[in-house]
């Protein structure tokens, strides 16, 4: 039996105790205008010495990756401190950086609008020129409503230059935990969302002759209580530096996971792998 990858900081991050981060729609008043909540299972980094308690919060670019696709894939959307979008996080927060405050905006860019427009207050004039506090964007409420973006995945995913060969079941690994006990085949497209794969032409991923939600490719080779956490939504699979997964509740995908050179916030490339992101400190029954 292949050695189990390094476990993660804790079984459970005291991050979840320091309160969610909320994501909200600058669009609408309290308390309708939560997209979403996301647990502080990402470590900030301190120095080694330091006797400062550890704080957490949450990945940059896994929160706005996530507000991005629930406005309809806009990907030219950021995250501000309040509803006007003049306080941009990413002039502060580098993307993978750690959010700390306790509330963030997703800001849609909209037409650009003029200060002389009298419809339009001052506030939402100031925020260089966007109506961001009165653009009511559209948001997408289910994974069965939302399109794939083909064509559209950010550059900073992770991606095999060619289809990965389907493993026999004697080479089944956990890409998780790296065991081989009780190990089944996990569809990251849920297998419920037969019609949804076909609407969406995911058939040009597959490996083999005859594409269906069941190829290789549509599938991961997972331990069947982990199995039942991603189908339950306990966590996602997104890319993150590989540095940050010693520091967080986060967990490198495999032994050899793929790599794509990302851009660095000081400057040269780093690397990013995909990762287990944390979202839920309990399983749905």
């Known amino acids: 039996m292949p050695a189990p990858l390094p476990p ?7 991050g979840f105790g320091q309160g969610a981060i909320s994501f ?21 980094p301190s120095v080694a010495a330091s006797n400062e308690p550890l704080q957490f919060g949450v990945h940059h670019r896994t929160a706005l990756a996530a507000c991005q696709i629930v406005a ?26 750690i ?34 506090d009165i653009h009511k964007y559209p948001i997408v409420p289910s994974f069965s409503d939302w399109q794939f ?52 032409g995911m058939s040009r991923y597959g490996v083999e002759t005859v594409v269906d939600i069941d190829d290789p490719a549509n599938c991961i080779p997972l331990k069947s209580d982990i199995h039942m956490c991603l189908d339950s939504w ?3 699979i997104v890319p993150k530096p590989p540095e940050a997964l010693s520091t967080t509740c986060s967990h490198g995908i495999g032994a050899n996971p793929p790599h794509n050179s990302v851009p ?18 309990k399983v749905r029954a």
């Open 8 to 14: 993660v900081v804790a079984a459970t991050s005291p």
């Open 24 to 44: 909200l729609h600058p669009g609408y008043n309290e308390p309708v205008n939560v997209l979403f909540h996301m647990p502080r299972v990402d470590r900030v």
């Open 149 to 200: 973006p083909h064509s559209r995945i950010p550059d900073f995913w992770p991606r095999h230059d060619q289809p990965l060969p389907p493993p026999s079941p004697a080479q089944l690994v956990c890409a998780v935990t790296g065991y081989t006990w009780a190990v089944q085949h996990a569809h990251l497209v849920p297998s419920n969302e037969r019609d949804w794969f076909v609407r969406n």
């Open 264 to 281: 660095s916030p000081v400057g040269g490339t780093q690397q990013a792998e995909y990762a287990v992101h944390i979202l839920a400190g």
């Open 99 to 132: 959010l700390m405050a306790s509330e963030y905006y997703f800001i849609v860019p909209s037409s650009p609008v003029s200060t002389s427009n009298p419809s339009i207050r001052p506030s939402a004039a100031s925020a260089g020129g966007f109506a961001h």
């Open 234 to 236: 306990a966590f996602v």
């Open 72 to 97: 309809n894939n806009t990907f030219d959307g950021f995250l501000a401190l309040e509803k006007t979008g003049a306080q941009r996080v990413d002039t502060s927060v580098p993307p993978d950086g």
